[in-house]
């Protein structure tokens, strides 16, 4: 059964920090492994999709990795901004079924 | 604009009384998904549907039912049966071929019981 983990849960950085958000998958056949964003009472934005042949996407000052044999997924913000502060979610769509799988989230807050 | 509608973004519901969510989407996408999303928990699949007058049970389906008659629309009903629905609910979509299709999320539905 894949499970999804995201590590640290809460995270606090000062403004202009590069940081690093982390995701692993128990199970490596996936189709896909997609990261998005949260605001508080909103629904989630999708940030990026890393499909399975792919070993990162960039958009902007945003960069996902993927690591299918060890089971990780990275993050990486350059450049943190107040506006960035949101709760990050990474979910995998696990080969031979249509069910996407959550993590918990990271709560980011970057501080002005 | 393209995108997933859901309805109403807040509702109030009595004990014991049924309650529809509506998710909408112009997205032409086939597969329409619900979850639930409660405080510290990762989000849970309730239905997912692959294509029209078709849908599956997802990990916490009970005291749940949904319908997929258009392509567009996936509505979920809350029904008495489900013991604890006081919840955020999202509806999400996802275009074909399932290995590079995008995920794309309504802005959410809160339902509370009174």
């Known amino acids: 059964k894949q499970e999804v983990t995201q590590i640290p849960a809460a995270l606090s950085v000062p403004e202009g920090e590069n940081l690093v958000l982390n995701c692993s998958f128990t199970d490596s056949a996936i189709y896909n492994l997609q990261w998005f964003r949260q605001d508080p009472g909103k629904g989630l934005t999708s940030l990026l999709l890393i499909q399975s042949s792919q070993r990162e996407q960039t958009s902007g000052r945003l960069n996902a990795s993927l690591d299918k044999s060890s089971g990780r997924s990275t993050l990486y913000i350059a450049a943190s901004q107040p506006g960035d502060s949101a709760t990050y979610l990474c979910a995998v769509l696990t080969s031979g079924t249509y069910k996407y799988i959550f993590g918990t989230g990271t709560r980011l807050k970057v501080l002005a | 604009d393209g995108g997933i509608t859901q309805s109403p973004k807040y509702l109030f519901r009595k004990e014991g009384q049924n309650v529809t969510l509506s998710c909408e989407q112009n997205l032409n996408h086939d597969a329409m998904y619900w979850y639930r999303q409660d405080p510290g928990q990762g989000l849970r699949l309730i239905y997912y549907s692959q294509i029209v007058n078709d849908f599956q049970k997802g990990d916490i389906a009970e005291g749940y039912s949904v319908s997929r008659e258009k392509k567009e629309s996936f509505p979920l009903t809350v029904t008495s049966a489900q013991k604890n629905p006081t919840a955020f609910y999202l509806c999400?979509?996802?275009?074909?071929?399932?290995?590079?299709?995008?995920?794309?999320f309504g802005e959410g539905s809160r339902l509370t019981v009174l």
């Open positions: 999400a979509s996802r275009d074909r071929p399932i290995d590079v299709g995008e995920l794309f």
